[in-house]
């Protein structure tokens, strides 16, 4: 059973956020006020797991509840911030939440879109997280272990992926004869810092992708936050596309509209990667890559923040194998070293 703390100073938010939150199963209300003197202590009094909290522009309220909770190694699962400025995510980001919605106090009908948004991100981790694996989630030997090597990677996470995503680049290194794409569901210009990071700790060329770029390998490509990411192939060229079409699984960039598209133009020869992260994005696409041939890796559920886009995939059965970080690593090192010889 997990137990939900609002925190939002709007009462019609709150409000909103309750009645889309009560539809959910194995769910409880532990508490919903506005941010006080008093609001931290009784939110550790509701041995809440899921906090939602609102990080007004004009009080820094909010972020100093953020801080006091990192300080303390709070047992929090996961905190989705809703903020009002673009600016504020990155600093919530790193005081720990999980996710960063954007408030529009200002358009009718914010409060319905808010809440919908929060109802769709917890509804399928909390569903895949509380199911069981019918196999064991780990070591399952990959069908193509020893003499498969794919044509392209492409790769999809979410709450919990940046540090994942470290670890396993900086057990990476050069040369990389195929592309690799990326979707990590992050705000528009913290996914370039990410690239950075990527290609420091493992060598790769990692970079956001331009629009309209042949894809070429030996580059990992990051789609851009804000933006979704989609192949065309066109004259015997792979050509990346982005666009700012609506929001798939309320998240743009989502991993779907890549996954799809890379399964049409390399089949058999696409290798999927579905890494920790709320909602159910990447299950589709994984779902489209097994159906054209290709082999899809989803990380064990032990060593997830959230096991909801891996558990979604492992729900359809889409996949090859369930592997911990480590062992990712290993598998994209064995089929970078086999393209290379």
Known sequence: MSKIFILDDQISYRSQIEK????????VMAGSSRINSGTLSILESSHADILIIELHPTSQAGMKILEDLKQKASP?????????EEAQSKRALGLGAKHVLCKKPETDGDEARIAASILDLLSSSLSASSSTPTVSPKRLKAKFANNWSPRAIVIASSTGGPPVLERIFSQLRPPLLI??????????FFTRDL???LSAVSGLLVREAVDGEEAKAGVCYMAPGNYHMQLVNTAQKVIIRLNQD???HSVRPAADFLFHTAATIYARDCLGIVLTGMGADGADGALGIKKLGGHVVIQDKESCAVWGMPGAVHALGAFDAIEDVDSIATILRQSMARNAS
């Open 179 to 188: 592309p690799v794409f990326m979707v990590q569901h992050m705000p528009e």
């Open 195 to 197: 690239a950075q990071r």
């Open 20 to 27: 889309h939150l009560a539809t959910l199963p194995k769910v």
């Open 76 to 84: 929090l699962k996961t905190i989705i911030a809703l903020v009002h």
């Open 246 to 248: 609506e929001k798939l």
